[in-house]
């Protein structure tokens, strides 16, 4: 659902059925003097954007809901898989200089760690990283599972949960990504990951959409 900018005669449409709803689309069409047909487009973009409802054999009505409404339901409905983005993974034994290297190469800013068998078992960020570096160690002889944040420390998610919940606990416990995860008999498999870039796409797509 998008929230749209409406033009005049979605206007005057809304205004007929805030006072005369529910009230059908032949009755609507006959108040602006035109033909159900060329109404079509209308109803079905306000019914479609929230605006309207419809009932069979009953007709329209008006929802109540601004525009601030609807865009807040649009954005509570919103799940992690509609815009998480795919993980980037490294093994527990590979060393800092390795992980340092791939997240350069893949401009990201937080790994999640796995172990053998592809299951979670750790975070590194950018800052785990950087400290590891300040240090007078063998980058190259430090394993990383020595230096990342480890399981039960580790905030996820999964691919229906809500795209709001999650973002408020980015910003609670000041993250900037988190791994999305299916649970296994085994552990927790990473499928995917949350991110403030994620979230920023998100703003501008539905931004996008109100001035499409």
């Not at 309207?52 to 809901?65: I, N, W």
């Not at 865009?71 to 034994?93: A, F, G, H, M, Y």
């Not at 000041?174 to 796409?201: F, S």
């Amino acid at each position: 659902m998008s929230i749209i900018e409406l033009n005049k005669r979605q206007e005057q449409i809304i205004q007929i059925v805030k006072e005369h709803g529910p009230i059908t689309g032949e009755a609507i069409a006959d108040k602006l003097n035109l033909t159900r047909a060329t109404l079509r487009p209308d109803l079905a973009i306000l019914t479609m954007a929230g605006y309207l409802d419809a009932r069979p054999r009953v007709g329209y009505f008006y929802t109540g809901k601004t525009g601030g409404q609807l865009l807040s339901e649009t954005i509570k409905k919103l799940r992690i898989q509609d815009c998480q983005s795919l993980p980037v993974v490294v093994d527990k034994n590979v060393s800092v200089y390795d992980a340092i290297c791939t997240m350069f190469l893949e401009d990201i800013g937080t790994l999640f760690i796995v172990d053998q068998n592809a299951l979670l078992v750790g975070v590194v960020s950018r800052k785990d990283l950087l400290r590891a570096s300040m240090g007078n160690q063998d980058l190259t002889s430090v394993p990383v599972n020595i230096i990342m944040t480890r399981m039960p420390n580790i905030t996820t998610c999964q691919k229906d949960d809500s795209l709001y919940d999650v973002a408020k606990k980015l910003i609670e416990k000041q993250i900037d990504a988190m791994p999305v995860v299916k649970e296994t008999e085994k552990g927790l498999e990473v499928i995917g990951r949350l991110t403030k870039t994620n979230l920023t796409k998100v703003l501008v797509d539905l931004v996008e959409d109100e001035l499409l």
